[in-house]
Structure formats: structure tokens, C-alpha cells
């Protein structure tokens, strides 16, 4: 359970040449059986015509993004299998991904307003060639947004898992914790922002996996009484949690996602109420914080899954025991 309800992409899926004057070619032509929500489009389609582009939609920018999350998954599905724990070009590989997710957002900020205005959806489909550049310009730029922020969450998340063959560094650690726990509420803003606009019957079932990662970093910080953060943590997981209950009511995974969250919060509380009874373990612990009561493992998959293995539950997931988790480190304490 984690990235699998979404299709992976390669350039084979997409390698088309599409038309310069690609908003005719997804909307003019005589259609008679044209549905009437697209009835505006196609009206202005037709009235503009083929001779030149109406505005460029963005379709291209979100065929893009879907090609560097493959990229990220695939190399995530295999970072930590066991022929690459000590490859000396693991680190060079997480980089370059890293360097080049960094520059495709870079990109997108370039391209998009960083503040993302939602116009209402009763007015996407109005017969004004400005309304429907400012909604295809917001629902393409949105959507890019989420898969890039999702990404962040699914890299980064990478480098907390631990492995006594190849230990990562308290400064990465505590870098990464950061990017994760910026970006994941930076995710639930984003599907809040929406959400307020567009009412759940148009949203599309795969928006809700983006927000699944990004889910379980803000539900672990919650069980550290983050005094920094703690109030901005709890609002935006109660944002997602409540955006995954209202999807539940049109689509499947959503309501496999607010299970699933109940029962790791569950079986979360017990560990880190074991782990707070050894106050020398807590204080070593400290060395990998990112704010003082930062002291408990995250829940981060191994394998890019939550749920991989259903036969051997307990190694889906980086070690969650403190003594652990310090044992398999303990080269930075010498």
C-alpha cells in the first residue's frame, strides 16, 4: 500500500507529437453527441478555429511531471533491495534524482504562480477564452504541484529508512526530516485550497494516493508534541484525513487510505510510549531531532509500500524501536 493505485509512465505512453494547436484538437470538430459541459469549448474551438493556438494549456507540463514521478518510483522500489545497499553509486543515483526533481519545480514556479487562485468550478466551462486559459492554467498547475510535492515526500522519506550496511548521516537525516515534514504541509494546504473551490464529485481518485505519504509524516510528528509545529501539524492532517472521508463517498482508495491511517496511528501509540520509558535512548535519540521532542523513529517504507509483503509485516517498514534503530547507527557515536 502506498504509490500503487497510481499508473506508472514512461515515454513509450506518451511519445506522440501533439498538434501546436492542441486545444482544437481535444475540442473543435462537429461533434452532435458533445456533452454539455463541453459544449463552450468546442464553440470556442470552432470559432478560433485552426490557424493559431488559443493559449497553451499546460498538458504537456503535467505529462512531464507524471514521467520524473516514474522515475522517482522506479528508483525507489529498488534503493534499499539488498544488491544495492552497498553500491558505492546508491548515493550518486539518489542525488542526481534529487537535483533533478529540484529543477523540474524550479521549473513549475517558473511557469506557474508559486499562489494557486481556484475559480469556482460552475464557471471553468464559460464561453470566455480568458476564463478557460485561468482554469486550465489552475488544473494543470495544481496537479503538477501535487505530483512534485508527493515526490519530495517519496524521496526524501528514502533517506530516514535505516540500514545497519549503509547508515546515513545525522545531518541528511535531519535535512530530510525537514523537506518531508515542510512539503507534506505544504501538500495538505494545497488539496485544502482546492478542496474549498471544487466540490469532491470532480476531483479524480488517483489526487487522494498523492496525499497518502504525505499523511503518514504529519500523523508520526503528531506523537511528539511538537510545540513548534504542533498546531500547523495537527490542522493539516485533520485536512487530509477529512479529504480522504469526503472522497470515500465517490471513490475506493480513499476510504483504504482513512483505514489504514486508523490502524497506524494505533499500532504507532504503543511503540512510542515503550520507546519514551528509556530516557538514555530518548537522549541519544536527539542527535537525529529537527525540534526537541523529535525523539521516536518515523514510519517510513522500505520499499516504497506501506503494505509490500503481506507474509512478513514487519519488514515492509524501517525499524520503528529506538534500541534499534541506534544499534544500526551506532558508527555515529564513535
Known sequence: MGTSLLSLTNCNDISVNFPRNDFYWKYGGVSPDCPKILRPLNSIANTYGLSSPIYQDGFYFICDAYLHFSMTILYLNSRWLKKNKTSKTNDLKFNHIAKLVNRFKVKHNNKYSKNLDFPSIDD????????????????????????????????????????????????????????????????????????????????????????????????????????????????????????????????????????????????????????????????????????KNDTNPWLVPIYNAYLKFKCCPIINNSTLITARYLEKGKQDFL
Open 124 to 291: 471553468h466551462f464559460s464561453e470566455s477564452v480568458t476564463s478557460c486559459k485561468i482554469f486550465h492554467n489552475n488544473h494543470f498547475s495544481f496537479h503538477s504541484l501535487a505530483v512534485i510535492n508527493c515526490m519530495i515526500v517519496l524521496l526524501y522519506q528514502s533517506e530516514l529508512v535505516r540500514i545497519k550496511e549503509y547508515p546515513i548521516s545525522s545531518s541528511r537525516i535531519k535535512f530530510a526530516k525537514n523537506m518531508c515534514l515542510n512539503t507534506s504541509l505544504n501538500q495538505s494546504y494545497l488539496l485544502n485550497t482546492r478542496f474549498k473551490n471544487v466540490p469532491p464529485l470532480f476531483w479524480e481518485a488517483s489526487t487522494s494516493a498523492l496525499a497518502l505519504s504525505p499523511s503518514v509524516i504529519l500523523l508520526t510528528n503528531l506523537f511528539d508534541n511538537n510545540s513548534s509545529y504542533g498546531k500547523d501539524i495537527l490542522n493539516s492532517y485533520s485536512t487530509l484525513v477529512n479529504f480522504f472521508s469526503t472522497l470515500s463517498s465517490y471513490h475506493d482508495s480513499p476510504k483504504i487510505y482513512t483505514k489504514s491511517l486508523g490502524d497506524i496511528s494505533s499500532n504507532l501509540k504503543p511503540i512510542y510510549n515503550f520507546n519514551s520509558k528509556n530516557k538514555d535512548l530518548v537522549y541519544l535519540m536527539r542527535k537525529y531531532a529537527i525540534y
